[in-house]
Nanobody, 124 residues
Framework: QVQPVESGGGLVQAGGSLRLSCAAS????????MGWFRQAPGKERDFVAA????????SYADSVKGRFTISRDNAKNTVYLQMNSLKPEDTAVYYC?????????????????WGQGTQVTVSA
């Protein structure tokens, strides 16, 4: 099974950028759809972005479209989330998730494997 491990979180000012990485161990991510989710204190875990196994198809939450970009490097077994023009409302713990298959899903329940999360804090 795939075990995602997130990194790259931190504190950034509004308008700044961060790039999150998700390095998967256990087996290759080539046959997996990969997703990013986030959870703010007291809120549910929300979909951010997902990418198909080939990288040819991506989907985004409306709140991050045009600001965030998901990508993957199957040779490095890693998925990335480039976050630009960050806003205070982007503050959350960001989770990487994986599911076998080819179709991207936005529901957290559709993903089988989860990382521990990385904190992103955006100051005003």
């Amino acid at each position: 099974q795939v075990q995602p491990v997130e990194s790259g979180g931190g504190l950034v000012q509004a308008g700044g950028s961060l790039r999150l990485s998700c390095a998967a161990s256990g087996r290759t991510i080539s046959g997996y759809v990969m997703g990013w989710f986030r959870q703010a204190p007291g809120k549910e875990r929300d979909f951010v972005a997902a990418i198909s196994w080939s990288g040819g198809s991506t989907s985004y939450a409306d709140s991050v479209k045009g600001r965030f970009t998901i990508s993957r490097d199957n040779a490095k077994n890693t998925v990335y989330l480039q976050m630009n023009s960050l806003k205070p409302e982007d503050t959350a713990v960001y989770y990487c998730a994986a599911r076998p298959g080819v179709v991207t899903y936005s529901s957290a329940n559709s993903y089988d494997y989860w990382g521990q999360g990385t904190q992103v804090t955006v100051s005003a």
